[in-house]
């Protein structure tokens, strides 16, 4: 997993509430286990047309939001059904920060789990982030010190040490567990010779 620490660009702005995990990506696209490709998939009844063209007035069609890094959106974002697809979708467009007012328990815990920073603002500060889109003006996440910096504003942010932790370091699930890795080996090693019955 790539370490996450400072994150610049313009954010597109996706006012929309309830945005589900179907949404996101859609149950037809759900049939790979690869982590890569899914990002033309990303919001794609939304995206496209029935034709498979794209809709000119979708923000993630437009420049230069297509290129964004960067997503705010309305409140509950990413509820539905718990497809980790959802994050792997949103990464590989390069979406690597949604900033909400709130976010599905499920979605928001896959985020951190593939190296995506969902942060949780309330609405007046993310209307302040709006303005700075429409603007088409870029942004700076800064996770270390918990904080956006728009022009010479900052607006500080919260999050659970651990996580905040495991993005800096780019550590995922396995990461972790191998991270203990000689203690693991010792604690086996010390089973088989005071339990052999056991091996």
């Known amino acids: 997993m790539k370490k996450f620490n400072i994150l610049k660009g313009i954010p597109a702005n996706l006012p929309i509430t309830n945005v589900d995990t179907d949404m996101i990506v859609p149950k037809q696209f759900l049939k790979t286990i690869k982590r890569t490709g899914l990002g033309k998939s990303l919001f794609f009844e939304m995206r496209y047309d029935d034709d498979g ?20 959106t309305g409140k509950n974002f990413g509820c539905g059904s718990s497809r980790e697809h959802a994050p792997w979708a949103l990464l590989d467009f390069g979406i690597k920060c949604v900033i909400s007012p709130s976010f599905a328990d499920i979605f928001y815990n896959n985020c951190f789990k593939n190296g995506m920073l969902p942060i949780i603002l309330d609405e007046k500060k993310i209307e302040a982030l709006v303005e700075y889109s429409k603007r088409k003006e870029s942004i700076e996440v800064n996770l270390t010190e918990q904080e956006i910096k728009l022009g010479n504003k900052i607006i500080k942010f919260e999050i659970d040490s651990f996580k905040k932790k495991c993005l800096l370091d780019g550590l995922d699930d396995i990461a972790m567990s191998l991270e203990q890795s000689e203690k693991i080996s010792s604690y086996e090693d010390k089973v088989k010779k005071t339990k052999p019955w056991a091996n």
């Not at 809709?55 to 437009?62: A, R, Y």
């Open 53 to 72: 063209n794209k809709i000119e007035e979708f923000i993630l069609n437009k420049d230069p939001y297509n290129t964004s890094s960067i997503l705010l």
